[in-house]
């Protein structure tokens, strides 16, 4: 008898959530209102910092195209990134008429590699974007140090990493210029879309707010709350469409009280796969330093020179089992944009080329139970042994 397909993924959607959208419809205030105004404030709490500012917006693409726009990344400038990423943390740069460097990865943790970024710096570089790779937080301390050294922004991409923290504190509430979180429907949390930048700095904030709405002096619920004229706003820049509604704001309000426990199961499954997977030729994932929070984005493994079989064939071995897997990522340096564009070759990136060739992403979501655990274990084992 075959079992049930195994998803690669799945969010949880309680009945408080349900709820909550369902009051959001009732009450009339569907786009960017109340809720979204609650979510923000709510963000700023559940990173411990109340006084951070928070700006909701309708992805975390959109959220890093704000940063950087807010920091004055434009032609001319040079930005630089892990090529083991989603296109996106690197097509906002490109959406600014500036360019992207890509920098090889950390072979252990395969996150962005302090060392990697050093070489990459030029006169034109103007930012870093670190991405906590699967939830694990890059190395922040080496990045903070060599951006002050440089004098470069840090825009974190934070799209795996709630919670994950860094020596204890919460990514949000480090050193950077801005972090920008993701709710895409995958992701630790989930508001269907959606994405919140925070920052410290408020003349940044106050940029993101205007230029998340069409460059408008204020939003569209103090137009209509205020008691300014409700007809009245100036637009001062050519802004973007990057709102969040209430109705994502909602299901993200929900979400959040609901962020430690998710962790907390993701942390539970990542640990029994650990043990499951013991013996088998495979690398299991880099833990997070002593003390510290992985937000467990995703479990990802890697073959080892042992195995007998290659990963694509591993993958197929995987569906015929009924079972969803993934790869993160297929690095930038082999999209053809970004390889034609900065004439890149694998040679440049040899741990994140040598991670790619090798890597899985396993089921790893809040509604798997052990037994799907144990079941992904033995179809690793019915493969690879
Ligand atoms: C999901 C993701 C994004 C984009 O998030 P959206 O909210 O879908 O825009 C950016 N960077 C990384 C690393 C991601 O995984």
Redesign the pocket.
């Given at each position: 008898m075959t079992q049930a397909f195994l998803p690669f993924a799945l969010p949880e959607i309680g009945d408080e959530e349900i709820a909550e959208v369902v009051d959001t419809l009732r009450c009339g205030w569907v786009t960017t209102g109340p809720k979204a105004k609650r979510f923000e404030q709510a963000f700023a709490d559940f990173l411990g910092e109340p006084t951070l500012h928070a700006v909701a917006v309708n992805?975390?693409?959109?959220?890093?195209h704000l940063a950087l726009e807010a920091l004055g990344i434009g032609p001319g400038d040079e930005v630089i990134t892990t090529t083991h990423?989603?296109t996106?943390?690197a097509e906002v740069v490109r959406y600014l008429g500036a360019d992207v460097v890509l920098a090889d990865i950390d072979p252990t943790t395969l996150n962005i590699d302090p060392a990697a970024v050093e070489r990459a710096i030029t006169p034109r570089t103007k930012a870093l974007i670190p991405?906590h790779?699967a939830g694990l937080a890059a190395d922040m301390p080496a990045l903070i140090a060599l951006a002050r050294r440089h004098g470069l922004k840090v825009v974190e991409?934070a799209?795996?990493a709630l919670p994950t923290t860094c020596g204890g504190r919460l990514v949000g509430t480090l050193e950077s210029d801005a972090t920008?979180f993701?709710?895409?429907a995958?992701?630790t949390i989930t508001t269907g879309?959606?994405?919140m930048l925070v920052t410290r700095d408020a003349a940044l904030a106050r940029r993101a707010q205007v230029m998340r709405l069409h460059g408008m002096n204020r939003d569209a619920f103090d137009r209509f709350t205020a008691k300014v004229p409700s007809w009245y706003y100036e637009i001062v820049a050519p802004g973007f469409k990057y709102n969040l509604t209430d109705i994502a704001a909602a299901l993200g309000l929900q979400q959040l009280k609901k962020a430690h426990a998710f962790q907390q199961r993701r942390a539970a499954l990542a640990a029994r796969y650990d043990e499951r997977l013991q013996g088998l030729p495979l690398v299991r994932p880099p833990r997070p330093a002593p003390g510290d929070t992985h937000a467990w984005?995703l479990y990802v493994v890697r073959l080892t020179d042992e195995a007998k079989l290659g990963r694509d064939e591993l993958i197929e071995r995987l569906f015929a089992a009924g079972i969803g897997c993934s790869v993160?990522?297929i690095p930038l340096h082999l999209h053809p944009y970004w390889r034609d564009r900065y004439g890149l070759v694998p040679e440049q990136f040899p741990h994140s080329q040598h991670a790619y060739e090798r890597m899985v992403s396993l089921p790893l979501y809040t509604r798997m139970s052990e037994a799907d655990v144990d079941r992904v274990a033995r179809a690793l084992a019915e493969a690879l042994t």
């Open positions: 992805s975390a693409t959109a959220g890093l990423t989603f996106a943390t991405v790779y991409d799209a795996h920008v993701s709710f895409y995958n992701k879309e959606g994405g984005h993160h990522y």
